[in-house]
T-cell receptor
Framework: DTEVTQTPKHLVMGMTNKKSLKCEQHMGHRAMYWYKQKAKKPPELMFVYSYEKLSINESVPSRFSPECPNSSLLNLHLHALQPEDSALYLC??????????????FGPGTRLTVL | QKEVEQDPGPLSVPEGAIVSLNCTYS??????FMWYRQYSRKGPELLMYTYSSGNKEDGRFTAQVDKSSKYISLFIRDSQPSDSATYLCALHGSSNTGKLIFGQGTTLQVKP
């Protein structure tokens, strides 16, 4: 089973709201990722977790706060977002972060609209 | 110069045609190559994952890697309307960061 699940599918929030995106995988993968994708653009890496520890933060604004409660779950906490943060947020996982095991499987994404 | 170049298209072909999608890259450190298919408003789906130069086949899909030319291709045989999607190449090297470098994606339309 190569499935990564994400909830919710759609989210509309105001600039003062606090919300969270959730991602789950049961493939035993030890690396998990958050990406942001704007229309007609490729995914942009935001965060990488390896063995539940944050290993890469691609200079993402602090209004995005990742959390990895355990090896199967990844959250992205959102606070005080801007309209330009509206995008498709994708979660991915891979067996390991290292190159030979970095076959990344993506979830369906959460489509976020910030009003 | 971008690390990975991919023609965004759109590419329009008749049903049954052979489709060739390509990416070129500049950094010889890239060692692992992936092709993803992404339908509109959905997450990318991994189609092919290759390491060495040469061909890898999976059903109607063939991935080709030429490291000497820094050129990778995805061929789709007997294309179907259901193949209409955006195809993204993704590369990574030996840095062990987990970071993929994506091409811009090629939009493919297969007409019945």
């Amino acid at each position: 089973d190569t499935e990564v699940t994400q909830t919710p599918k759609h989210l509309v929030m105001g600039m003062t709201n606090k919300k969270s995106l959730k991602c789950e995988q049961h493939m035993g993968h030890r690396a998990m990722y958050w990406y942001k994708q704007k229309a007609k653009k490729p995914p942009e890496l935001m965060f990488v977790y390896s063995y539940e520890k944050l290993s890469i933060n691609e200079s993402v604004p602090s209004r995005f706060s990742p959390e990895c409660p355990n090896s199967s779950l990844l959250n992205l906490h959102l606070h005080a977002l801007q309209p330009e943060d509206s995008a498709l947020y994708l979660c991915a996982s891979s067996q390991e972060r290292e190159s030979a095991y970095n076959e990344q499987f993506f979830g369906p994404g959460t489509r976020l609209t910030v009003l | 110069q971008k690390e990975v170049e991919q023609d965004p298209g759109p590419l329009s072909v008749p049903e049954g045609a052979i489709v060739s999608l390509n990416c070129t890259y500049s950094n010889s450190a890239f060692q692992y190559f992936m092709w993803y298919r992404q339908y509109s408003r959905k997450g990318p789906e991994l189609l092919m994952y290759t390491y060495s130069s040469g061909n890898k086949e999976d059903g109607r899909f063939t991935a080709q890697v030429d490291k000497s030319s820094k050129y990778i291709s995805l061929f789709i045989r007997d294309s179907q309307p259901s193949d209409s999607a955006t195809y993204l190449c993704a590369l990574h090297g030996s840095s062990n960061t987990g970071k993929l470098i994506f091409g811009q994606g090629t939009t493919l339309q297969v007409k019945p």
